[in-house]
């Protein structure tokens, strides 16, 4: 039985947490089970070429176990740049501390990094002037209202050059291509040793957590949150990441 399976079949039907055990193979999980994560964990690290200048400020609001700032800090090891990483899971924020740390001796560099306990929807968010703000796999647990409130918050703490860029799977409006994204996620898990049971295990443990909404949705969740000109930057079937900004121009 392969560990994807052991860890979803801990909960039951719409149970799924971010146990301590969960955040043990967070990493490999998530690798598995999001299709072209690295594709898209690159895509955000190259647009800080842009986004976030030497000494600059990015807030991860749902970090995980700090795999953006990692690729980040990995593409730009002299440039200063600035964390604050935010995850309601002490065990998520625990993990980030540890491997960023092995990775500051592994590079023989310093960066600033701070981590802050905290429900992102509630707050508060304790960074100001955010050069780039990410919200990774992490509103796809919100409801509507939660997401706009997250959102709000963020742009509150954004300079007003700043950036957003939001990542989550997102609901298929015609049933047809929801069908065909619904089996390509399966096969691409499965290609990845994902076991058949393992997927099903997952996907019942979701139900009612993970909430999907249109990508329309996403985009006017975050103008509804006072950012502007909402952006396609990505998009693979049910998977979508929407960039955005703090001002008009």
């Not at 625990?94 to 990094?113: C, G, N, S, Y």
């Not at 306990?117 to 955010?130: C, F, K, M, S, Y």
């Not at 295990?201 to 999907?212: E, S, Y």
Request: proline letters at 4%; aromatic letters at 8%.
């Amino acid at each position: 039985m392969s560990e994807d399976t052991d860890i979803a079949e801990q909960f039951d039907t719409g149970g799924w947490q971010f146990t301590p055990d969960v955040v043990d193979v967070f990493d490999d999980h998530v690798r598995a089970s999001v299709p072209h994560y690295d594709v898209i964990q690159d895509l955000v690290a190259e647009t800080t070429d842009w986004l976030v200048p030497a000494g600059g400020l990015v807030a991860d609001l749902g970090a995980s176990t700090g795999a953006s700032a990692r690729r980040i800090i990995e593409r730009h090891p002299d440039r200063g740049i600035q964390f604050v990483l935010y995850d309601e899971q002490p065990a998520m924020l625990e993990q980030a501390d540890a491997e960023l740390r092995e990775l500051a001796v592994k590079l023989d560099t310093e960066f600033d990094i701070l981590l802050n306990r905290t429900r992102i929807q509630d707050g508060p968010l304790v960074h100001e002037n955010a050069d780039l703000t990410l919200c990774l796999f992490t509103l796809q647990f919100l409801s509507r209202e939660e997401r706009v409130k997250a959102l709000r918050l963020a742009r509150q703490r954004a300079a007003e050059s700043g950036a957003l860029i939001v990542a989550e799977k997102i609901r298929a409006i015609d049933s047809r291509w929801a069908e065909i994204g619904t089996d390509v996620a399966h096969d691409y898990k499965a290609a990845r040793g994902i076991s058949d049971s393992a997927i099903r295990a997952k996907a019942k443990a979701l139900r009612g957590v993970l909430r999907p909404y249109p990508q329309q949705a996403t985009a006017d969740a975050t103008v509804a949150a006072g950012w502007h000109a909402p952006e396609v930057l990505f998009r693979w079937h049910s998977w979508a990441v929407i960039g955005a900004f703090a001002s008009a121009q």
